[in-house]
């Protein structure tokens, strides 16, 4: 039976923090009732159309998930668990805000048959959380963690970012330090972008914003890399460490082209050759879903020629990179063929090597990855 992934967004938050640029509100509760009235419909109308497919993760994000009460978290699991053939090892993950959070609410993620949480935690620098926005401080992310734990999830993902206002080299490894005490299984590290429409890109755009030089961040991205290795995390994508075992299966999907459905506002699927979104405006996705459509916006056919660049694309990211004899089952030609001066070219200016037969990134390249992908489009 073909494995499926599903992807459910919660577009709620109690404040928008000031880099954030994801489709989210700050709702009421008729607001919310009404959406998860819509996302409900949604689950019943893909019941009819998938079938024949075993889901093996699903991801609950946002948004805050953690925002919302948990009646909404017990209706969602009774209408998803009478919908879809759910696998009893699936990955089932919840994210949560810190700020958001207390036991009872973990409880009912255990008793939903939730197993792995994924923490917004950002920086452990309480000046630096402030800084961003964030609504929660330091002490709230220790407490929730060991909420956390005491009620038994054992896989437990933490997001951090790097190149923030005001943050210096010694910053992000005190955060780090500070967080793989507490023990996650999954450390996700990504890189502050300034987004257009932010309250940052605002304060940049002024001249208010005092941002670490881009050769500090890449420090900072490196130093970290190092660190979380040596203590036992191991990188399996450019922006993500784990422990032996803990790698996200759910995203492993989006980076290895299996199919996915994406519930929710703005949601991106990827199924039945067809890459498809959601509407991103309340009214349209509700009204699709009242009259018994899908919320459907746009959708493209994904051509082999595209299938082909994403697999480059996506692949190149992973440490374990692109493998030759992969490729050529996947599209039955040799890689060669079309990329022999792509990876000629990459390989003289030392941002790609062979290992074995596989092509991966190289210390440089893992800052210049841009790059080296604009040379997969064909
Ligand atoms: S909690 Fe997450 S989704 Fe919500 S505003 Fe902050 S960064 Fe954006």
């Known amino acids: 039976m073909e494995k499926l992934g599903i992807y459910i967004h919660i577009p709620f938050c109690i404040k928008k923090c000031d880099y954030c640029d994801f489709v989210s509100v700050k709702p009421n509760e008729e607001m919310i009732e009404r959406y998860i009235n819509s996302l409900i419909n949604e689950m019943k109308i893909y019941s009819k159309l998938i079938g024949g497919y075993l889901v093996d993760s699903i991801f609950i994000g946002g948004g805050t998930p953690s ?3 948990i009646k909404y978290i017990y209706r969602l699991f009774e209408i998803l668990n009478n919908s879809f053939n759910i696998a009893s090892d699936s990955e089932i993950t919840i994210e949560v805000n810190p700020g958001t959070i207390d036991n ?4 009912a993620y255990k008793e939903n048959g939730i197993n792995r949480i994924s923490l917004g935690v950002q920086s452990l620098n309480d000046k630096i959380l402030y800084n961003i926005g964030r609504i929660h401080n ?4 220790i407490n929730t963690i060991k909420l956390i734990k005491l ?5 437990l993902n933490t997001d951090l970012m790097i190149g923030l206002p005001g943050q210096t080299l010694p910053d992000v490894i005190n955060s780090l330090e500070q967080i793989i005490e507490l023990k996650p299984t999954h450390i996700s590290l990504y890189s502050l972008i300034i987004e257009e429409g932010t309250k940052l890109y605002e304060l940049e755009k002024n001249g208010k914003l005092i941002l670490p030089s881009e050769d500090e961040e890449r420090l900072m991205y490196h ?21 032996n075992g803990f790698e996200c299966k759910h995203n492993l999907k989006y980076w290895t082209l299996k199919p996915y459905i994406g519930l929710g506002l703005n949601s991106h699927s990827n199924i039945w050759n067809y890459r498809y979104w959601n509407y991103s405006n309340f009214t349209d996705y509700n009204e699709a879903l009242n009259r018994g459509s899908l919320p459907i916006s746009n959708k493209e056919f994904i051509s082999t020629k595209s299938r082909i660049t994403e697999f480059m694309i996506l692949g190149i990211r992973l440490n374990s990179g692109i493998n030759r004899e992969e490729f050529y089952k996947e599209f039955g030609t040799d890689i060669d063929y079309f990329y022999k001066d792509a990876i000629q070219k990459n390989k003289d200016l030392g941002l790609i090597y062979e290992d074995g037969r596989s092509i991966k990134l190289t210390k440089k390249g893992l800052d210049f990855s841009n790059i080296v992908e604009l040379d997969f489009y064909i």
């Open 138 to 141: 330091k002490e709230d992310i």
């Open 67 to 69: 925002s919302i009460d």
């Open 104 to 107: 009872k609410k973990i409880k």
């Open 223 to 243: 130093d970290a890399k190092e660190f979380l290795e040596e203590n036992g995390y191991l990188q399996y994508e450019i922006s993500n460490f784990s422990q």
């Open 151 to 155: 009620n038994g999830f054992d896989n």
